[in-house]
Structures are given as structure tokens and as C-alpha cells.
């Protein structure tokens, strides 16, 4: 392997982006990289993802969720 490289990760189908400041602060979640709902909790994460017919069973797998700006605990702005 080169120094330095960065191995390739598959992209997730679900992408949670940062948090969005509001009251209360929430997360854009993503299917398949369109829109699908907000989130203000790891929960809305979940039941987003089952609406759109996948299950998540490991929030901290990179190949099932992308968290940006911060992991599925932060959650305030």
C-alpha cells in the first residue's frame, strides 16, 4: 500500500450531514444521495432509513451510515 493512501470506502446509502442549527437543531439524512427527511435523533436516523426500505443494523458501519460533521451522538449545533 502507498504511504499516505487512503483507502476507498464504499459510498453508504444513508448520509447524515451536520447539524443544522435550529431550535431545536436537527440533521438532513440522505437515501441514495437525495433528501429524505430530518433528524433530531439517532431514532429519526433509523426510522428514516426503514421508510425507504433498508435496515441499518450498526450505526457506526461506514458502509451503512455516513456521518458528516459529527458522529451519530452530536446532535447540538
Excluded: K, N
Aim: with cysteine; proline share 9%; glycine share 10%.
Amino acid at each position: 500500500m502507498t504511504e499516505g493512501a487512503i483507502p476507498y470506502l464504499p459510498p453508504a446509502r444513508v448520509t447524515v450531514l451536520g447539524v443544522c442549527p435550529a431550535d431545536p437543531p436537527f440533521r438532513i439524512v440522505e437515501i441514495d444521495g437525495q433528501v429524505a427527511s430530518t433528524a433530531r435523533s439517532m431514532t429519526d436516523v433509523v426510522l428514516t432509513a426503514a421508510a425507504a426500505g433498508i435496515t441499518i443494523h450498526d450505526l457506526d458501519d461506514p458502509e451503512e451510515v455516513r456521518w458528516v460533521g459529527g458522529g451519530r451522538f452530536h446532535w447540538t449545533g
